[in-house]
């Protein structure tokens, strides 16, 4: 590849040596010279729309946005000057008059605005022009955040986040002039919105208080706050985290913009559902006394336990887990097998033959921008990968890449795809079409899931290796495996056992002691508890010990309730689907009595 042509040019008198194409916004940050902007925002087309970043050129009369025009080489650049200073004032009074920017009533007025901030850098106390005192709605029908008109300053940043990174295009600019104005779909609420995939992006680049997190309303400064990098533990995707916290709470959570995996974006799961949703905590352990679960001291659990565990043969012993355990806790987990008759890992139906055949593939997610043709097969990334859908919308609607998806539940990626089967069918046809779809691609993506590994799923994967292979032009597919559980690939590699049917599992051998690892999952380890034959095998048990977070009728149904620590609390790597292993950070000191999942174990089975 050809290097790229360098170019240097002079901005504010400083020599700024750069490659060819750049624009002189980004010139100018590369050096370290500041240039005002509301509308900007790294990794989005610029606009151009604010003028806070004008510039003058040396010899022409003409003032220019910085952060659309190209920087050529041999000019010299004028970022600060009187009359730059003027226009750039006069914009954000106009900014100011045009509609309500009350601060001190702001849920945003924590230091953390866009137009504040610039507010305060070019002195402006007061303004010349009116106030118009538009009366503009409000609108708080999503879930986690709302949209205050009032205080848009129509930057578009939320528009070109909507659009070129979640890839859903829900938010467009609507009407004329003095009633411009975001809209959702076709003038609808969030609520009403069939496309908003309710990640967040819009609000984390937002500069005003227009559109806010919920939760995260008056709970001040962002720049006061605690910030911690971690992994989310949603989904085997692995994106980071920056979370903000003070007073022992958490105040919002933002994608890490350093994280190789995510680059700053994040799904709804990551983003919310991992702290805005009110969820009750078990903070103490708890033991079955007089037919009802009562609090006890972590001395009387474990001794509870003890005397079960020394009662029970070693044959009669079996621990059950969820995949969503650290690399460490599953390293603990190995080292009780001599303690233990059988260790299993509860995962969903058909993967555990994903769990034995797949395999990590390095850098997937960033050799996926390559890829002209996506084939998604027993997959739901819409559902469970957000940030991977995310990446799939984008490319199909920005880069025009093909989208095929075979044998999964509808989502709302079927809008998108060139072919679509559901149910998928052996007829002549549709293979045909199949075939002409993927005629031009050369660079294909096979994501796969659990159900993938059907007789459905195999044959599917069949008929594409004999349409791919007769296209001489096609490089080998890139394949991504898509475990359900989050850390589910690793957990099998470390040698625990993936069940998919737990009644089975449990009646294979009589037992009297089952401990069971739920963790943070999220439905308590409902999940368990809806199997065929569990509610049936729980009574022959003479001691069922749970340890989770959140209760469920798994918790119910338990002798012993012992608390988990949450994936704010935790500690520790999970590895991703690329194979990365990836750190967890402590957000938060473990709440009440709970305890981390290694240490409960070794204290169960010291």
């Known amino acids: 590849m050809t290097a790229p042509k360098k170019i240097s040019l002079h901005i504010d008198g400083r020599l700024c040596e750069t490659a060819d194409g750049r624009t002189i916004l980004e010139v100018a940050r590369a050096n370290n010279i500041a240039i005002p902007t509301l509308c900007y925002l790294e990794g989005l087309t610029p606009w151009g729309g604010c003028r806070l970043c004008i510039v003058e050129i040396e010899g022409s009369p003409k003032i220019v946005p910085a952060c659309t025009t190209p920087a050529t080489a041999g000019t010299k650049i004028i970022t600060q000057s009187e009359r730059l200073h003027n226009l750039r004032r006069a914009t954000l009074e106009l900014l100011f008059s045009e509609r309500n920017h009350i601060c001190p009533m702001c849920q945003y007025n924590k230091g953390d605005c866009g137009l504040q901030h610039q507010g305060y850098a070019h002195g402006i106390d007061s303004i010349r022009y009116p106030y118009l005192y538009p009366a503009l709605p409000v609108d708080v029908s999503a879930k986690y955040f709302g949209m205050d008109h009032n205080r848009c300053i129509l930057c578009g940043r939320c528009v070109r986040t909507c659009d070129e990174i979640e890839g859903a295009h829900t938010l467009d600019v609507a009407y004329r002039g003095i009633r411009n104005r975001v809209i959702v779909d076709l003038n609808q609420t969030f609520a009403e919105s069939l496309t908003c995939t309710q990640c967040g992006a819009c609000v984390a680049n937002c500069p005003t208080g227009t559109l806010f997190d919920k939760a995260a309303a008056f709970r001040g400064p962002l720049a006061s706050c605690q910030q911690v990098l971690t992994t989310c533990t949603e989904c085997p995707v692995g994106c980071g985290l920056k979370v903000f916290t003070k007073e022992n709470r958490i105040v919002t959570v933002w994608g890490d913009p350093g994280s190789p995996v995510n680059r700053g974006h994040l799904c709804v799961k990551g983003r919310y559902q991992t702290w805005a949703e009110p969820r009750e905590r078990i903070l103490t352990p708890f033991i079955r006394k007089n037919g009802s679960l009562q609090k006890a001291t972590w001395n009387e659990a474990l001794d509870t336990i003890r005397k079960a565990v020394k009662a029970a043969k070693k044959t009669e012993k ?70 991977l859908a995310a990446r799939i919308r984008t490319a199909v609607r920005k880069r025009g890449a093909k989208l095929l998806i075979f044998h999964t539940r509808k989502t709302n990626l079927d809008q998108f795809a060139d072919v679509h089967a559901n149910i998928v069918s052996l007829e002549h046809q549709l293979w045909k079409r199949v075939a002409s779809t993927l005629s031009g691609a050369k660079r294909p993506a096979v994501i796969y899931g659990p159900n993938a590994m059907t007789p459905i799923g195999v044959t599917v994967m069949e008929q594409l290796i004999k349409i791919l292979e007769t296209n001489r032009s096609t490089q080998e597919p890139l394949l991504i495996g898509l475990s ?74 338990a002798r012993v309730v012992l608390p988990a620590a949450i994936w704010c609390e935790k500690s520790g790597t999970v590895t991703n689907l690329e194979g990365r292993r990836l750190n967890l950070n402590p957000v938060l000191p473990l709440h009440g009595e709970a305890r981390d999942d290694a240490a409960i174990l070794e204290s169960v089975f010291a």
């Open 484 to 557: 359900a559980g989050s850390n589910s690939l690793a957990l099998a590699g470390a040698g625990i056992e993936a069940v998919e049917e737990v009644g089975p599992w449990l009646e294979s051998k009589p037992l009297k002691f089952l401990h069971i690892v739920a963790g943070d999952a999220p439905d308590g380890g409902l999940q368990v508890m809806e199997e065929t034959g569990v509610p049936a095998a729980f009574p022959n048990i003479d001691c069922v010990v749970v340890q989770a977070a959140y209760p469920s009728r798994l918790t119910d149904a």
């Open 318 to 387: 079996a621990l059950l887990v969820l995949p969503r355990l650290t690399n460490e806790t599953a390293k603990t987990i190995t080292g009780l097998a001599g303690k233990v008759d059988r260790v299993g890992m509860h995962v969903a139906t058909n993967e555990a033959a994903l769990c034995a055949q797949a395999e990590y593939t390095a850098d997937a997610l960033a050799k996926l921008q390559d890829a002209d043709a996506f084939i998604i097969i027993g997959a739901q990334p819409a559902r469970d990968n957000g940030v």
